[in-house]
């Protein structure tokens, strides 16, 4: 009675838990301990049994074993660290953050405001807002200073009329007296409503808008 053809389990794929595959190498290594004694009883003893094959299987488990409890003590620092960060983010609600976006909310009554950086000045600098359908509604131009701007906008469309409320993207382009395009970085500036966590990325509302919370680039104190 050969136990050579009982197969090590290896460690399952990153979808499965650490307990998962603890089970697995316990059912495993129960039956495979079973069939060594029940080999070991039946051997005849003028041509024992060869020792070093299922010392290698056992030193495999081993092996196994140290891994699948290295996953959980990985599974639950993750936990861990999950836990402190949403209780850090937590303190984000009711304050002023400014994040890394291009959209903001026109609501119909209030305006929507932009933040972006400019890597230099331009006299004349050209803003695009664009709907949620990418259709553009309003173009303008904009005196851009070398640092810090604002663009503030109240829902006037090109044509003069009032653009619907809902988000609405903006782009700025502008060249410095040598002709050379400036490096423009736009962002979003409000107080944090909400945090949502049910995703992979927690999520900040801000005056309706959804940020990536690792995409905020600065906290203010009060709101």
Not at 89 to 107: H, R
């Amino acid at each position: 009675m050969s136990i050579l053809g009982l197969t090590t389990p290896t460690l399952s794929s990153s979808t499965s838990t650490a307990a998962t595959d603890s089970a697995s190498l316990s059912s495993n290594y129960t039956m495979f301990i079973n069939l060594l004694v029940t080999q070991m009883k039946n051997q005849d003893p003028m041509n024992p049994t060869d020792t070093s094959t299922f010392t290698s299987q056992l030193v495999q488990y081993s092996s196994v074993e140290q891994q699948i409890k290295t996953n959980s003590n990985l599974a639950d620092l993750k936990a861990l660290l999950t836990t402190q960060n949403a209780t850090a983010l937590v303190n984000y609600v009711g304050t002023k953050v400014t994040a890394g976006s291009a959209t903001s909310t026109w609501d119909g009554t209030n305006a929507a405001t932009w933040n972006f950086t400019s890597s230099g000045a331009a006299t004349s600098g050209t803003v695009t807002i664009k709907n949620s359908d990418g259709t553009t509604v309003y173009t303008g131009t904009q005196k851009l200073t070398a640092g810090n701007n604002t663009f503030t906008w109240k829902g006037t469309t090109t044509a003069g009329g009032t653009a619907k409320s809902g988000d609405y993207t903006i782009s700025v382009a502008g060249t410095d007296t040598s002709g050379n395009a400036l490096t423009i970085t736009t962002s979003l500036t409000g107080v944090v409503d909400d945090i949502d966590f049910s995703g992979d990325t927690p999520m900040l509302s801000i005056g309706g808008q959804e940020i990536s919370a690792y995409s905020v680039t600065k906290v203010a104190s009060g709101s």
